[in-house]
């Protein structure tokens, strides 16, 4: 059974910092991506990044490409996501998901996720 679980979220002021932690279970082998999508009340679920699991290949939106850093433990099966110079609009619920067999050309769309954690609260705010 898969199970993401998400960490680290709370309340930072404008350029401020925060980092996430995504720990994974039960990932079956043909595990293809863990990510990061992030969803503000009234909008859409945003893809923010992803790892591609077996090659280690990380991407990004181009909204927080320079500022934000996904890395991962393999050894404990946990995804990072260092967060830096913060803006108000990067408030969201941030939440961890697993494709399993997705393609390259579909990572940015959360209907080629198959699990999802329960997300975290990242609110940013002066």
């Known amino acids: 059974q898969v199970q993401l679980v998400e960490s680290g979220g709370g309340l930072v002021q404008p350029g401020g910092s925060l980092r996430l932690s995504c720990a994974a279970s039960?990932?079956?082998?043909?595990?293809?991506?863990v990510g990061w999508f992030r969803q503000a009340p009234g909008k859409e679920r945003e893809f923010v990044s992803t790892?591609?699991?077996?090659?280690?290949?990380?991407y990004y939106a181009d909204s927080v490409k320079g500022r934000f850093t996904s890395t991962r433990d393999s050894a404990k099966k946990t995804v990072y996501l260092q967060m830096n110079s913060l803006r108000p609009e990067d408030t969201a619920v941030y939440y961890c998901a697993a494709s399993l067999g997705g393609i390259l050309s579909q990572r940015e769309f959360p209907s080629a996720y198959n699990y999802w954690g329960q997300g975290t609260q990242v609110t940013v705010s002066s």
């Open positions: 790892i591609r699991w077996s090659g280690g290949n990380i």
């Open positions: 039960g990932l079956p082998f043909n595990v293809r991506f």
